[in-house]
Nanobody, 124 residues
């Protein structure tokens, strides 16, 4: 079992930055692909970014590429999402997730473990 706890969300203005953290416990995340997803008001949960455990390759949704950066610190068992140049459309609850089996990094159904989410609100 892996427990994930997100933190770092808040209310910011357009153009600002935030760094989300996802602290894991129970098992080391070094053997898990870690992902960030978000769910905006009235929308389905969508893929944001992922970091594959095997070679640390990173993947991003087109809407955040160039603005967001996913990283991990295996020693701290923590994954981060650095979000720059935030836009109002980035407003959502952001979730951290983990999976260890194969499959698509962007599919929510592949992820075994989820955090409870942290709210990010970007005002214009």
């Amino acid at each position: 079992q892996v427990q994930l706890v997100e933190s770092g969300g808040g209310l910011v203005q357009a153009g600002d930055s935030l760094r989300l953290s996802c602290a894991a416990s129970g098992r080391t995340v070094s053997m898990y692909t870690m992902g960030w997803f978000r769910q905006g008001p009235g929308k389905e949960r969508e893929f944001v970014a992922a970091n594959r455990w095997s070679d640390l390759t990173t993947y991003y949704a087109a809407s955040v590429k160039g603005r967001f950066t996913i990283s991990r610190d295996n020693a701290k068992n923590t994954v981060y999402l650095q979000m720059n140049s935030l836009k109002p459309e980035d407003t959502a609850i952001y979730y951290c997730a983990a999976y260890s089996a194969g499959g698509s990094y962007y599919a929510t159904s592949n992820y075994n473990y989820w955090g409870q989410g942290t709210q990010v609100t970007v005002s214009s």
